[in-house]
């Protein structure tokens, strides 16, 4: 058996996790992308086996298994389908505003319905004008008694029009820049809220995005989550948490696409030999294994320091590092998938051209490459490394 540092109770849970993605989800992939629908029978499938509970703790109706072990799940799924897999990111990135700053009410009321997947959730952030600036949103709330009325609107977000609750952030006090901003949850069917449009997209196809509008829509207040103007705090803990889903998400496109690629490399013959004989072809399938190997190094130990309890700091930049360099190895490594199969790599007919459209966004959303390097460097520059240099200088 391969050597594997996984306890026996995360082995066996990964193995239901790989049966599923490989005998239900897998076949289904192909039509999935070429469809452009939203995979519900995915999500049935998700509710029937727990796997939702992977995210979420005891208290609150989930396996309490931990991070490491969500973070397997989402790349076993994106091992063959990328838009399954990221039904299972969101499901954490839209919960985790609820757990990370919700009251026990608040918790009570939701968690619950989102641990076994009777709803499903969503995390809104993006404006059409303000992405990786998103303290430049405009989207405002303003207080009335015992409601807040919403104003506004929201661009690219997953999950749009499925989700049964969102995690909106916005403006309550315009004039204090990332200090007035405040986090809610709006339910889907909240007055004056309406998905106005989906976006047509060059991968992860069975996966909606689409634009909010918030035209006078009445929220209780009680819906608000921490105090007014936490929100922008609240939005950057959630990101450093649920970033590592989309590293997952990349690390299981680029497994995948190098476990197709060394298939097929060991039974295409050009000159006489099977293409896996051949030693530039060897040198791409052993480095795509090698970055793998690497990211997955990162992204693991994201998850183990997650489960051990660190925060702050020490955790951001772990957590921007997983997804530098998963998002990063997802796209090299699909770019030589395709490669290695040739014009076969080119075709619908072969799923590497999917596993290469869909790596593409693991790169942009939740932070693009740009903006995890600015995190990255930010957290370098605070650390002091001076004793490293005794005797040196
Ligand atoms: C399919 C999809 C799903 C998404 N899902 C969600 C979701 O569920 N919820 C949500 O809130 N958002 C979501 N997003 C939005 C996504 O997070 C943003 O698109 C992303 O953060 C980039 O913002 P932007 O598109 O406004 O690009 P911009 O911020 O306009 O950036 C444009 C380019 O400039 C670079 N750049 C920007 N600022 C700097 C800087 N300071 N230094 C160097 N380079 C910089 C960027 O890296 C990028 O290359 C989704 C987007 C897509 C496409």
């Known amino acids: 058996m391969p050597w594997d540092a996984l306890s026996d109770e995360q082995r066996e849970l990964r193995d239901l996790v790989r049966t599923l993605a490989r005998e239900r989800i897998g076949p289904r992939a192909a039509e999935i992308d070429a469809s452009h629908e939203f995979p519900w029978d995915v999500v049935e499938l998700y509710r029937e086996n727990d796997i939702?509970?992977?995210?979420?703790?005891?208290a609150h109706g989930g396996l309490g298994t931990g991070t490491l072990m969500a973070l397997i799940a989402i790349e076993e799924v994106a091992k063959v389908c990328a838009t399954s897999a990221l039904i299972l990111a969101v499901q954490e990135l839209g919960s985790l505003g609820l757990k990370l700053?919700?009251?026990d009410e608040q918790k009570q009321q939701w968690l619950p319905r989102?641990?076994?997947?009777?709803w499903l959730c969503a995390y809104a952030l993006t404006e059409a004008g303000s992405g990786s600036d998103s303290a430049a949103m405009r989207?405002?709330?303003t207080r009335d008694g015992d409601e807040y009325v919403l104003n506004g609107s929201k661009r690219f977000i997953t999950n749009a029009s499925v989700a049964h609750a969102y995690t909106v952030f916005a403006k309550t006090d315009p004039s204090a820049g990332h200090a007035g901003i405040s986090a809610f949850v709006v339910e889907a069917d909240a007055p004056g809220f309406e998905v106005t449009r989906l976006e047509p997209k060059m991968g992860i196809s069975g996966s909606t995005t689409g634009e909010l509008a918030f035209d006078e829509c009445r929220i209780p207040a009680a819906n608000l989550l921490g105090a007014e103007g936490d929100g922008f705090k609240i939005a950057m803990r959630i990101l450093d948490r649920s970033?590592?889903?989309?590293a997952a998400q990349a690390l299981g496109i680029a497994q995948g696409a190098t476990d197709y690629a060394l298939d097929y490399a060991k039974t295409r013959e050009t000159m006489g030999k099977p293409i896996a004989q051949h030693q530039l072809i060897q040198a791409k399938l052993a480095d795509m294994e090698t970055e793998c190997e690497a990211a997955r190094g990162l992204l693991y130990r994201f998850g183990r320091m997650c489960d051990d309890g660190v925060d702050g700091a020490e955790l951001t930049k772990a957590s921007a590092m997983a997804k530098l360099k998963c998002g990063d190895v997802a796209m090299a490594v699909t770019t030589?998938?395709?490669?290695?199969?040739?014009?076969?790599g080119y075709i619908k007919e072969y799923p590497v051209e999917r596993f290469m459209r869909d790596a593409k966004i693991t790169q942009i959303y939740e932070g693009t490459q740009e903006i995890q390097r600015l995190v990255i460097a930010r957290e370098m520059v605070k650390e002091s490394r001076a004793f490293l240099l005794a005797g040196v200088v």
Request: aromatic fraction near 12%; charge should be negative.
């Open 52 to 58: 939702f509970g992977l995210f979420f703790d005891e």
């Open 101 to 103: 700053a919700g009251t």
């Open 114 to 118: 989102l641990a076994s997947g009777e």
């Open 139 to 141: 989207t405002t709330a």
């Open 243 to 246: 970033r590592p889903g989309v």
């Open 336 to 344: 030589d998938a395709v490669q290695i199969l040739g014009g076969y």
